[in-house]
């Protein structure tokens, strides 16, 4: 029989080695995907995934099974790239002056690749709140409702996050086929 995700991190929580290699088994994979959509970068997300991974058996310490583990695993992913986007905003206003931020382009011919690669870059142009929800949304990982929960906002604001990001991504690329 297979033990449910709340009962393996409240015996995680409690030192139980096994129910921790468990919970990371079971969610590795949805919770690197998740911080490459947070984060548009592999190399990000790979270090974020890594730090929280190394961070997990003490925040589990805070979980208390009132929501499903998997939101509220989201929500780490979540502070922990807020975090590491306040970082570094601080660090690029200090190096201000030494010179610019590059952004590296795949080159390739493939419809889909370049597809997700035009996404990825206007992801970056959309404020965090809007940049949030959408990563939450995307590939239909999570609901409007369950994205809700994650971001401790109604669901109507989510519907509306989701109603103004369509709006700006189709003014972008009417703008990007103009020029």
């Known amino acids: 029989m297979t033990t449910n995700d709340t009962d ?7 030192g139980d080695r096994s129910a921790f290699s468990a919970l990371l088994e079971r969610h590795y994979d949805r919770l690197f995907a998740f911080g490459y959509r947070v984060t548009g970068s592999r190399d990000a997300a790979e270090d974020l995934t890594q730090d929280i991974c190394a961070a ?4 589990l310490a805070g979980y208390r099974g009132d929501a499903a583990f998997s939101t509220w695993l989201y929500r780490v992913v979540m ?5 590491r986007r306040r970082r570094a905003q601080t660090h690029a206003k200090a190096a201000e002056g030494w010179g610019a931020w590059e952004i590296n382009r795949r080159a390739t011919s493939d419809e889909e690749s370049a597809r997700l690669d035009w996404l990825r870059q206007a992801m970056a142009t959309l404020p965090d709140d809007l940049r949030d929800t959408l990563a939450l ?23 509306w996050r989701m109603s103004e990001i369509k709006k700006r991504l189709r003014a972008l690329l009417e703008q990007e086929t103009r020029a």
């Open 79 to 83: 502070n922990a790239a807020h975090d």
């Open 137 to 159: 949304i995307t590939d239909g990982e999570l609901t409007q409702g369950q994205a809700a929960e994650v971001l401790g906002i109604s669901e109507g604001t989510v519907a």
């Open 8 to 14: 393996l991190a409240l015996a995680a929580a409690g």
């Open 56 to 59: 997990l058996p003490a925040k």
